[in-house]
């Protein structure tokens, strides 16, 4: 079965230096949502959207933006990367359609800032 | 608030039992869940309760509800060394969407 693909797997940026973040949920999942985990930690919620619209916003800073497309694909932009914004970039999706409460994860990008 | 508390470790021998516990405070979530981290690796979701339910098994899992208490708890039978990994307790808080918020994880240990 397919599963949400998170693109690229691996990053690594410098300070200071912008990153976009790509994600592709489960076909005909309407609602994405990313979380941020940094080293030894649990994950946070950033921001939801469903149907292109954002649903839900958590502790995203300013520096970051996400947006939903038409194909239901995320990106997420991070810009004046700092040292600190190295972590585990998670996706989910889920459908409005059935169990919206089950979030499916996608891999997960690694993000480095040196 | 939304806040959702679990120990750190847990070490047992293979073949007894484990369990996890997990407090949460947000009495309005709607489901709660059990996530596997193993390293480096993405979150595996395990199992899931609604809310009004106080029981769920699941072949090795039981997944305890106790909602006067708020509290959650996972026993995996027959743990096996393979069980060895990060156990993250969640629970979904309605909002725009319904996102999920994550305990501190508990690093489960499985000695041979």
Known sequence: AAGVIQ????????????????????????????????????????????????????SIP?????????????ELNMSSLELGDSALYFCASS?????YNEQFFGPGTRLTVL | GEDVEQSL??????????????TYTDSSSTYLYWYK???????????????????????????????????????IADTQTGDSAIYFCAESIAGGGFKTIFGAGTRLFVKA
């Open chain 1, 95 to 99: 459908s409005t359609v059935g169990n």
């Open chain 2, 37 to 75: 981290q193993e390293p480096g690796a993405g979150l595996q979701l395990l199992t899931y309760i609604f809310s009004n339910m106080d029981m769920k098994q699941d072949q090795r899992l039981t997944v305890l509800l106790n909602k006067k208490d708020k509290h959650l708890s996972l026993r």
């Open chain 2, 9 to 22: 470790f847990l070490s047992v021998r293979e073949g007894d039992s484990s369990v996890i516990n997990c």
């Open chain 1, 62 to 74: 300013d520096r970051f933006s996400a947006q939903q497309f038409s194909d239901y694909h995320s």
């Open chain 1, 7 to 58: 693109s690229p797997r691996h990053l690594i940026k410098e300070k200071r230096e912008t990153a976009t973040l790509k994600c592709y949920p489960i076909p005909r999942h309407d609602t994405v949502y990313w979380y941020q985990q940094g080293p030894g930690q649990d994950p946070q919620f950033l921001i939801s959207f469903y149907e292109k619209m954002q649903s839900d916003k958590g």
